[in-house]
């Protein structure tokens, strides 16, 4: 599949979403919830505050967030697969306390009101996207002045370094020799080689940096996290 082609990149997750969660844990280790720490403690969530998580998937972030905004508060979970936000709701079903809300929309046009909201995550989001420029623009769009975002995504490390070089082979050998290899015990092969053709075109950190300010936020900082495998893009509106 192309990269970064909308329908493509639905139908991939229309397909992955009954395993995603099962798939993240065995991948990672179950690290990503620790990454995704490190992206909820840079937005600094409170009660009372609107918060809004793009390309939410199976909600697992969306529903950290909501068990911090209360009372008052409110999440809205975005994604433009139907699969994901069918799990990610039923998710949210076993705790009905929590203020949630799900959408099917796209990220790059939500159609949502300007600054609506106090803090925006984006977790393995803005890779997918056909126009990372485009999507820091509408995160930048959505958030009221002073509000924070955090952008959690894999890195694409710099081979011009040693350091860099060696970040780069590891994240070769894991994605051809661990994540395709798993994926085929699940008959998803195919989905998951996507990952190293979709890295081939991902904004490198500082390119993200640069997008981030020319989309208009004050502040733009990434943080490499797991060695240099996984990146951090905090933002301030």
């Given at each position: 599949?192309?990269?970064g082609?909308p329908?493509?990149?639905?139908e991939?997750?229309?397909?992955i ?9 065995w991948l ?23 918060l809004i ?15 911090k905004?209360r009372?008052g508060g ?8 139907a699969?994901p ?8 079903a076993?705790?009905?306390?929590l203020?949630?809300?799900?959408r099917q929309g ?5 159609g949502?009101p300007?600054?609506?909201f106090?803090?925006a ?6 890779r997918?996207l056909?126009d ?15 509000g ?6 894999f ?10 070089a ?5 994240q070769?050998?894991y ?6 290899p ?13 990952l190293?053709?979709?890295?081939q ?12 300010r020319?989309?208009?936020f004050?502040?733009?900082r990434?943080?490499?996290l797991?060695?240099?495998q996984?990146?951090?893009?905090q933002?301030?509106?």
């Amino acid at each position: 599949m192309k990269p970064g082609d909308p329908q493509a990149v639905r139908e991939l997750f229309e397909a992955i979403a009954p395993r995603y969660d099962q798939l993240n844990d065995w991948l990672s280790l179950g690290l990503h919830r620790l990454w995704k720490r490190q992206a909820v403690l840079w937005l600094r969530p409170g009660p009372g505050q609107h918060l809004i998580d793009l390309c939410c998937g199976t909600g697992d972030l969306a529903l950290v967030l909501a068990g911090k905004v209360r009372p008052g508060g409110q999440v809205l979970g975005l994604d433009a697969a139907a699969a994901p936000l069918q799990v990610a709701a039923a998710r949210a079903a076993r705790q009905p306390w929590l203020p949630l809300q799900w959408r099917q929309g796209d990220a790059l046009a939500t159609g949502l009101p300007s600054e609506s909201f106090d803090g925006a995550v984006m977790a393995y989001g803005l890779r997918n996207l056909a126009d990372p420029a485009a999507a820091l623009s509408e995160l930048r769009r959505l958030l009221r002045p002073g509000g924070r975002a955090a952008v959690l995504d894999f890195n694409r490390p710099d081979p011009g370094s040693p350091a860099g070089a060696a970040a780069a082979a590891f994240q070769r050998l894991y994605l051809r020799r661990i994540v395709v290899p798993t994926a085929r015990l699940f008959d998803l092969p195919e989905q998951y080689a996507y990952l190293e053709a979709s890295l081939q075109r991902f904004p490198s950190a500082a390119a993200q940096v640069e997008l981030a300010r020319a989309a208009g936020f004050r502040t733009a900082r990434h943080r490499s996290l797991a060695g240099g495998q996984m990146g951090l893009l905090q933002l301030l509106a």
